[in-house]
């Protein structure tokens, strides 16, 4: 993430493009977002509190960050959803640090969704590849000056936004308690089916998931075929499929932008794979979900 930092202009600025998200899941107002960068200008912050959610996101080295009566270290990659009327202050960080700010907020009728992020937002948690993947591209796009500039930051403000809050889950973080009557074999499995699911299968593969969870690859995909039923690159394959789908069906990115956050080579290859699955291609997919959410 830090050679990403590096190529970041530190007068990157998105206030320019305030928008508001509305989806099924959410109704967001973005105030602005910006990077700091310790270069230029002081990572240090006043004490200070407001109305909105705010995300801190650590770019490249340390930053020390009180929030509320709690005191946080965030390292490289890690980031932090500050609540609204929340004191909090960053009271050190490495004189090569750089991180990225989000102020948002969310309709008063998502009483779920703000509980949970005052909850579990409140304390430091590490990127996903996803929230990294979307974070590149929304630096690389805030250096770009094209008639469509606004629009793509948009699309991938509010990808990134749902990664964020998807990767805060009531449903991930309670996943573990659900597994301590599990057997060693099933237990296992189930953390396996986790982590997948958390990173969205992609960058992973089933000899770094042996090695993770100190298991062979042979018996690892032979206990998770007979606990599932499916085999281990299956899941994978299909926990991809779902996150690249809700990606083309909600989102404006384009699929050579889809393609990257979801670790192809190339738009051709996304498209062979998904047509193996889903036996339609990328565009027929996305003009058949933008026609039923036009009738919903």
Not at 12 to 38: C, G, H, P
Not at 130 to 143: F, N, S, W, Y
Not at 197 to 219: K, N, Q
Not at 251 to 275: G, P, Q, R, V
Request: hydrophobic share 40%; glycine share 4%; with cysteine.
């Amino acid at each position: 993430m830090a050679e990403n930092a590096r190529q970041v202009t530190p007068a990157f600025d998105l206030s320019q493009y305030r928008l508001s998200i509305q989806n099924e899941k959410m109704t967001v107002k973005v105030f602005w977002a910006r990077v700091v960068s310790s270069e230029t200008e002081s990572l240090l912050t006043q004490y200070t509190r407001h109305t909105f959610f705010e995300v801190q996101y650590a770019l490249e080295g340390r930053i020390v960050i009180t929030v509320g009566d709690n005191r946080f270290t965030l390292k490289e990659s890690d980031f932090i959803v500050i609540p609204p009327d929340t004191y909090h202050q960053i009271i050190d960080g490495d004189e090569t640090g750089a991180r990225f700010i989000m102020a948002f907020s969310l309709s008063d009728k998502e009483d779920i969704l703000s509980s949970h992020l005052r909850t579990r937002g409140a304390s430091p948690h590490r990127e996903s590849p996803a929230l990294r993947a979307l974070l590149k591209l929304i630096l690389q796009k805030g250096r770009e000056d094209s008639p469509f500039c606004a629009e793509v930051l948009s699309s991938l403000i509010e990808a990134f936004l749902l990664e964020l809050c998807d990767s805060l889950a009531p449903t991930r973080q309670a996943y573990p308690d659900a597994m301590r009557n599990l057997s060693e074999s099933a237990e296992r499995i189930a953390a396996v089916q986790k982590f997948v699911r958390d990173y969205h299968g992609i960058g992973i593969s089933v000899t770094e998931l042996a090695r993770r969870f100190g298991i062979s690859e042979r018996h690892l995909n032979r206990i998770f075929r007979s606990e599932t039923g499916e085999t281990l690159r299956d899941q994978i394959n299909h926990e991809k499929l779902r996150h690249m789908e809700e990606l083309i069906a909600s989102t404006d990115l384009s699929f050579t932008e889809i393609s990257a956050l979801c670790d192809f080579c190339d738009e051709y290859a996304m498209n062979k794979f998904f047509k193996r699955y889903n036996r339609m291609r990328l565009s027929d997919y996305r003009r058949l979900a933008r026609t039923k959410r036009e009738k919903a």
